[in-house]
């Protein structure tokens, strides 16, 4: 009914940057609520940010101030722009609306 598709995953050094998106298809009417998580190795899956209603958002403590998330309705896309990165932010990065989940794009940042 829904599919999600993750891309704009990839290995970067510290202190670098990467933009990823998430584009929504089939049975939705609104991206309103994406959220992003990601999973490390070892880890359980952890909320990073999600949209809310016009142009609010959340994050977690660990990216605010370092990630934003951002929507193109037309597009009915959702991107997740992330500076500053560090190892800690290595992970397979998921997109989420309601109980719909995508295949994940992986993020190596090496020291």
């Known amino acids: 009914q829904v599919q999600l598709v993750e891309s704009g995953g990839g290995l970067v050094q510290a202190g670098g940057s990467l933009r990823l998106s998430c584009a929504a298809s089939?049975?939705?009417?609104?991206?309103?609520?994406m959220a992003w998580y990601r999973q490390a190795v070892g880890k359980q899956r952890e909320f990073v940010a999600r949209?809310?209603?016009?142009?609010?958002?959340s994050y977690a403590n660990s990216v605010k101030g370092r990630f934003a998330v951002f929507r193109d309705n037309a597009k009915n896309t959702v991107y997740l722009q992330m500076n500053s990165l560090n190892p800690e932010d290595t992970a397979v990065y998921y997109c989420?609306?309601?109980?719909?989940w995508g295949q994940g794009t992986q993020v190596t940042v090496s020291s």
């Open positions: 089939g049975s939705i009417f609104s991206i309103n609520g």
């Open positions: 989420n609306i309601m109980s719909f």
């Open positions: 949209l809310g209603t016009g142009s609010g958002a």
